[in-house]
């Protein structure tokens, strides 16, 4: 089973995060590029900034109208697998 799935297959109950989705995409697809990233909601000292900056530069994942990426966003399955299949289509 790859990593992708198993956050797909959690209790229900327990929710996941953008900041989750971003670093389990990356680890499965082993995304190693990244680029600066300048949403006021992720600071560099957080450790899912370099996985924002790598799912960015992928082009799979972007901010919200408001300039924020929302880190702590919970994500249903249904949004978790549109972003998967958006890297999978670039």
Not at 4 to 13: D, R
Not at 35 to 54: E, L, N, R
Not at 55 to 83: C, S
């Amino acid at each position: 089973m790859i990593p992708f799935t198993n956050v797909l297959a959690t209790s229900q109950s327990k929710p996941v995060t953008r900041a989750e989705i971003v670093k389990t995409i990356n680890d499965t697809l082993k995304l190693k590029r990244n680029t600066k990233i300048t949403f006021p909601d992720v600071k560099s000292h957080q450790w899912f900034y370099k996985d924002v900056g790598k799912g960015v530069k992928a082009g799979y994942i972007n901010g919200y109208n408001d300039g924020q990426f929302k880190p702590n966003k919970n994500v249903t399955r249904k949004e978790a697998l549109i972003i998967f299949f958006q890297e999978l289509s670039n």
